[in-house]
């Protein structure tokens, strides 16, 4: 059974930081794309940023450039997301996801996801 576990949300104030973590679980993902997801209330799930199964090349939303770090470690089948400069507006839950294996974009859309996480709460209070 596949499974997408993530962790390391929480409250934390304007300017904080956090670094939330997805640990995979049932089969390597390695030749797959990688991505952060969020869904704040009220609002549909936007992509964050996402990984690339070759090379590690990222892509991520223009938001959250310069304050956002995604990367992964394939021998731990985990991906993570640093979060700085944190903003009222990224208050959200969190989602990690998984793309169909060898996918050629490095942008990760929702229709090319196989797998989600369950989510993790950030709070980002002013």
């Known amino acids: 059974q596949v499974q997408l576990v993530e962790s390391g949300g929480g409250l934390v104030q304007a300017g904080g930081s956090l670094k939330l973590s997805c640990a995979a679980s049932?089969?390597?993902?390695?030749?797959?794309?990688m991505g952060w997801f969020r869904q704040a209330p009220g609002k549909e799930r936007e992509f964050v940023a996402s990984?690339?199964?070759?090379?590690?090349?990222?892509y991520y939303t223009d938001s959250v450039k310069g304050r956002f770090t995604i990367s992964r470690d394939d021998a731990k089948n985990t991906v993570y997301l640093q979060i700085n400069s944190l903003k009222p507006e990224d208050t959200a839950v969190y989602y990690c996801?998984?793309?169909?294996?060898?996918?050629?974009?490095?942008?990760?859309?929702?229709?090319?996801?196989?797998?989600w996480g369950q989510g993790t709460q950030v709070t980002v209070s002013s």
């Open positions: 996801a998984a793309g169909r294996r060898y996918l050629l974009t490095y942008r990760l859309s929702v229709g090319q996801v196989d797998y």
């Open positions: 990984i690339h199964w070759r090379g590690g090349s990222t």
């Open positions: 049932g089969r390597t993902f390695s030749s797959s794309t």
